[in-house]
Nanobody
Framework: QVQLVESGGGLVQAGGSLRLSCAAS????????MGWFRQAPGKEREFVSV????????YYADSVKGRFTISRDNAKNTVYLQMNSLKPEDTAVYYC???????????????????WGQGTQVSVSS
């Protein structure tokens, strides 16, 4: 069993930055691909970014490419999402998720992630 706890959300003005963290329990964190998703009010949860177990492969949604950076520190069992140049449309609850299936590919599909955090609110004012 893996427990994920997000932190770092908050209220920021457009153009500002936030850094989200996701701390994971368990000894096998370093073997999991880790993803970030978000859900805006009235919308479905959507993919934001994913990082391979060793950080060697990374994908981003087109909407955040060039502004967000995902990274991980396996020694600290933590994955990060650095968010720069924030826009009001980035307002959402952000979730981290773990893909523990050992796939040979990175997935952007929500249902393929086994473990989820409780989410952290990010609000961007215009």
């Amino acid at each position: 069993q893996v427990q994920l706890v997000e932190s770092g959300g908050g209220l920021v003005q457009a153009g500002g930055s936030l850094r989200l963290s996701c701390a994971a329990s368990g000894r096998t964190f370093s073997t999991y691909a880790m993803g970030w998703f978000r859900q805006a009010p009235g919308k479905e949860r959507e993919f934001v970014s994913v990082i391979a177990w060793n950080g060697g492969i990374i994908y981003y949604a087109d909407s955040v490419k060039g502004r967000f950076t995902i990274s991980r520190d396996n020694a600290k069992n933590t994955v990060y999402l650095q968010m720069n140049s924030l826009k009001p449309e980035d307002t959402a609850v952000y979730y981290c998720a773990a893909d523990a299936q050992g796939r040979f590919y990175l997935t952007k599909v929500e249902k393929e992630y086994e473990y989820w955090g409780q989410g952290t609110q990010v609000s961007v004012s215009s």
